[in-house]
């Protein structure tokens, strides 16, 4: 194995267990949770551009989209001047519930660094953000 895949199945196996705790005390799912911050930043959208934002198959989203409106967390309004477009919006208790599923995953991690990390640990992550917003860029470009 070369050292850029051991640093690369290293830097996987070390973030998977993150990623998994910050999503435990969450009441959706990653793909949920997508869908929802999708339409906070970006507004009403359809369930192909939603599909096609998520990266998942559009009858994913459609099932997703089904789940949230049983929740109320998201409406459904038909376009008016293509009928057969339908519009997904946040309502606004999917806003709340949003904003709580994200407080839940960042209060964990945020008492995990100020309870375990040092100054110096904290710096150093500090310096490796640029690197992991790169990572981001590139996967919300596939």
Do not use: Y
Request: glycine content about 6%.
């Amino acid at each position: 194995m070369t050292d850029q895949k051991k640093i690369t199945r290293s830097f996987f196996e070390t973030l998977h267990p993150v990623l998994n705790r910050l999503n435990m005390e969450r009441t959706l799912s990653p793909g949920k949770l997508g869908v929802l911050r999708n339409l906070s930043e970006h507004g009403r959208a359809t369930t192909s551009e939603l599909a096609v934002a998520g990266q998942v198959s559009p009858q994913g989203i459609s099932l997703a989209v089904r789940e949230l409106e049983r929740m109320q967390l998201v409406t459904r309004t038909p376009d008016n001047l293509d009928r057969r477009r339908v519009w997904i919006q946040l309502t606004d208790q999917g806003s709340q519930k949003l904003s709580e599923e994200v407080s839940v995953g960042f209060g964990w991690l945020d008492r995990a660094v100020t309870d375990r990390l040092t100054p110096e640990d904290c710096k150093a992550l500090e310096a490796v953000i640029p690197v992991l917003r790169k990572l981001a860029l590139e996967a919300k470009s596939d």
